[in-house]
Nanobody, 126 residues
Framework: QVQLVESGGGLVQVGGSLRLSCAAS????????MGWFRQAPGKEREFVAV????????YYADSVKGRFTIFRDNVNNTVYLQMNSLKPEDTAVYYC???????????????????WGQGTQVTVSS
């Protein structure tokens, strides 16, 4: 298993920025594709971004493309989500997730990720 702990959430105004962090422990971090998901009140958890274990490929949901950036530090076992130009609709609990690497990048489906963090709240106010 790998244990995941998110941090960095908070309250920010429209157009502002936040950087979320996800610290991993328990197994070799570079063996995992890492994803970010989010869940707003009353809505299903949705895909945000994923980064390949090798760091050479990323994929983003259309709703955040051009505003959010996922990156990772395999030396320090941490994955980040840099969020810029935040909108009220970005308000949600953000979750870090991990999946053992395979022959291709892990999909956007929640069921593809066996390991999850506890979530961190992001609130964007207008």
């Amino acid at each position: 298993q790998v244990q995941l702990v998110e941090s960095g959430g908070g309250l920010v105004q429209v157009g502002g920025s936040l950087r979320l962090s996800c610290a991993a422990s328990g197994r070799t971090f570079s063996n995992y594709d890492m994803g970010w998901f989010r869940q707003a009140p009353g809505k299903e958890r949705e895909f945000v971004a994923v980064i390949r274990w090798s760091e050479i490929f990323t994929y983003y949901a259309d709703s955040v493309k051009g505003r959010f950036t996922i990156f990772r530090d395999n030396v320090n076992n941490t994955v980040y989500l840099q969020m810029n130009s935040l909108k009220p609709e970005d308000t949600a609990v953000y979750y870090c997730a991990a999946a053992l690497r395979g022959p291709k990048m892990t999909s956007t489906a929640l069921s593809s990720y066996p390991y999850w963090g506890q979530g961190t709240q992001v609130t964007v106010s207008s």
